[in-house]
């Protein structure tokens, strides 16, 4: 027997909207994973089975390799068509935000959002949740929002109305959140939750396939040329940093998505234990940082203490305003203050 995450005082509101609310606008993060994109497409197509009129609102495009999924050809991108997508929102009668904790999250989605009178019901997975929500089901300890989806439609009472295309989203989702079920995932009830799935009919192999072997040349080309001249290790901290300038990825032809994984790689050697990954976006001004780590290793307080970031403690992110070498060496700079904290879990990232 799968052990539900939610009770049903968890879902009782949630269910009173239904009621009434017929107008529903899925809402998730910028730069959307395949997390941010499978529980998004799953809740939506869950609510269009219950004759909901729901659509997923992205803050822009999604990598090519997520755009096999069913319903991803519907997707709205607010980047195509600011004026359509706030009038989508205003609109709304629920405003559903998947795989995010605060608005800044959506970006410029966020003033529309903050505008909206409609009621707003946040399913996430990361710490720290946000005050804007009506609603507020935030369990850290999950794998991925997918995994929340799942619960959540299940205490519902309509694990019946989970169909193939719903379960593939879901999949997806948990799969890209948990690098094919090899961290955080250490726990029966997600094995049990995908037995379910596969009983609705997904080929988990293939789903691998369609996300993990459908890159392009230039982008594999690009990961050599990471591993063998932009790949720092610093053996002394257990630590491996990687960077990479706007004028390499266009030398590489990049394509959004093309840098996934790319922050996993180094945890691959054999005593690192946190990866960093710097990438320059002068489109945006700034530098996307990704962290990584193993175990115990709390990556996402490395992220908060010198990059203003967050996560959790295996998997963190954030932004940098200035130029890539300043954030190497405010890296660098957090590599040697860390290195002289005294507490139990720094020594064991940082131990000589």
């Not at 505008?115 to 399913?123: D, E, G, H, Q």
């Not at 720092?232 to 093309?258: A, H, M, N």
């Not at 300043?326 to 860390?338: I, M, P, S, T």
Request: aromatic letters at 12%.
């Amino acid at each position: 027997m799968i052990e539900n995450m939610f009770s049903g005082s968890d879902v009782s509101e949630f269910r009173i909207w239904m009621g009434w609310a017929d107008r529903y606008v899925i809402l998730t993060h910028m730069g959307p994973d395949g997390d941010a994109v499978g529980s998004s497409l799953a809740f939506c197509r869950y609510l269009q089975s219950k004759g909901k009129q729901a659509v997923v609102l992205v803050p822009d495009s999604a990598p090519d390799f997520l755009k096999w999924m069913p319903g991803a050809d519907q997707m709205k991108v607010y980047a195509d068509d600011p004026d359509s997508a706030e009038d989508m929102v205003y609109k709304a009668d629920v405003l559903c935000c998947l795989d995010f904790n605060v608005v800044g999250r959506i970006g410029k989605v966020a003033a529309s959002f903050l505008y909206s009178k409609a009621k707003k019901f946040l399913l996430d997975h990361h710490p720290y949740p946000g005050a804007n929500f009506d609603i507020t089901l935030s369990h850290p300890e999950a794998s991925s929002t997918s995994e929340l989806v799942f619960h959540f439609i299940c205490a519902l009472g309509d694990f019946r109305m989970i169909d193939r295309e719903m379960a593939e989203c879901i999949y997806t989702g948990l799969m890209t959140d948990t690098g094919a079920l090899s961290y955080n995932s250490n726990n029966s009830n997600l094995f049990m939750m995908v037995s379910h799935l596969l009983d609705k009919g997904i080929d988990k192999d293939d789903i691998y396939r369609r996300v993990y072997h459908n890159y392009s040349e230039s982008r594999l080309r690009l990961q050599g040329f990471v591993l063998n001249e932009k790949m720092q290790v610093y053996p002394e901290c257990s630590t491996s940093l990687i960077t990479l300038t706007d004028d390499e990825l266009r030398r590489f032809d990049y394509k959004k998505g093309d840098t996934e994984g790319f922050v996993n790689m180094p945890l691959q050697i054999n005593g690192v234990l946190m990866s960093a990954f710097f990438r320059e976006d002068n489109e945006l001004g700034l530098i996307k940082l990704s962290f990584r780590s193993v175990g115990t290793v709390p990556c996402n307080r490395f992220s908060s203490s010198f990059f203003n970031g967050g996560g959790h403690q295996n998997a963190a992110g954030g932004e940098f305003r200035g130029t890539l070498q300043e954030a190497v060496n405010r890296f660098r700079q957090g590599l040697e203050e860390w290195s002289e904290s005294q507490e139990d879990c720094i020594k064991q990232l940082f131990r000589k």
